[in-house]
């Protein structure tokens, strides 16, 4: 059974439990420096890598669907790449509705194989702390509302590296409802400058199927599951329950009995993401109801233009 991430990640300021793991935190961080090997770019494919920092829910899959499609409409052939790991079937499932995806346990694997489909480029949805590869380019994903959490990395906090190290990136992603982020702005300028933050706001793409009258009980095992009901509240929708469950979460027969129960309690519709939808293969999901969205970009123009001169450098 997946956990929930721990609550005390998110606070503002270190817990107890923090300072308890945070020798952890220094020798694993020693560890991921220690095995670190060059990065070799692959002159064959030019490659894009939307990963990020903070653990989950930043809206990486979001965003390399958005950039696959910007890619389809300047001629660009361009295929997804992703890690075979066996609990992320439904991130999986949902690349592979919006084009071609090499999957394997290695992704320098999965990106051999895309080369000799004579695909020009390779979106990498994570993967960013990956030693294998050198990326043409790097985007790092945030979401607005847990931003870094409590600061420090893994376990003592949600970070897969310490947030200096934006020094090394060119590209931020703000992912969420447009939240205020001046703050969060202010903080990644004092670290890198010269680094481009681009927002993306999700936008729900079949509103009209919900009735706004409707009670609605919401669910979702994703990472960021307060941005989903925030998103959903912000489209006037009524939701009177919602359920968190981990992120990539299995849903099981008791599960399922819980959310048609709470359903029917208060006296509420089913609404949930696309991605736990693809989840519920093994149930009857006619009273089921889930939202497409899309990441809608703040600066779209500037961000088509750096994807075509990406694809045209030699």
Request: one cysteine or more.
């Amino acid at each position: 059974m997946k956990l929930k991430k721990p609550k005390f990640w998110d606070l503002k300021k270190s817990s107890l439990y923090s300072y308890l793991l945070l020798p952890f935190s220094v020798v694993l961080s020693l560890i991921i420096k220690i095995k670190s090997k060059p990065k070799l770019p692959n002159p064959k494919i030019k490659t894009i890598c939307i990963g990020n920092i903070y653990i989950g829910g930043t809206g990486k899959t979001s965003l390399a669907i958005k950039i696959k499609e910007i890619l389809d409409k300047n001629n660009i052939k361009a295929c997804f790449i992703k890690k075979l790991y066996t609990d992320q079937i439904d991130e999986q499932k949902l690349l592979s509705k919006n084009g071609t995806l090499f999957c394997a346990l290695k992704r320098i694997t999965a990106l051999d194989e895309a080369i000799s489909k004579g695909f020009e480029v390779a979106i990498f949805d994570d993967g960013l702390q990956d030693s294998s590869i050198k990326y043409d380019m790097e985007i790092v994903c945030f979401n607005n509302l847990n931003w870094i959490g409590n600061g420090l990395t893994i376990p003592s906090g949600p970070l897969r590296e310490g947030i200096n190290n934006l020094k090394f990136y060119e590209n931020i992603f703000l992912n969420g409802n447009n939240e205020n982020l001046e703050e969060i702005r202010d903080k990644i300028k004092k670290i890198n400058p010269n680094i481009n933050i681009n927002r993306g706001k999700y936008a729900l793409l079949n509103i009209d199927e919900f009735d706004k009258n409707q009670n609605y009980l919401a669910f979702s095992g994703i990472g960021n599951h307060k941005t989903f009901i925030d998103m959903l509240q912000n489209n006037k929708l009524k939701i009177v329950k919602d359920l968190e469950y981990p992120d990539h979460y299995q849903y099981s027969k008791k599960d399922f009995i819980e959310i048609m129960y709470n359903a029917e309690k208060y006296n509420a519709k089913i609404i949930t993401t696309e991605k736990d939808y693809l989840r519920l293969d093994n149930f009857n999901k006619n009273k089921i109801f889930y939202v497409k969205s899309s990441l809608e970009i703040s600066d779209e123009k500037s961000l088509v233009k750096k994807l075509i001169e990406l694809n045209e450098k030699n």
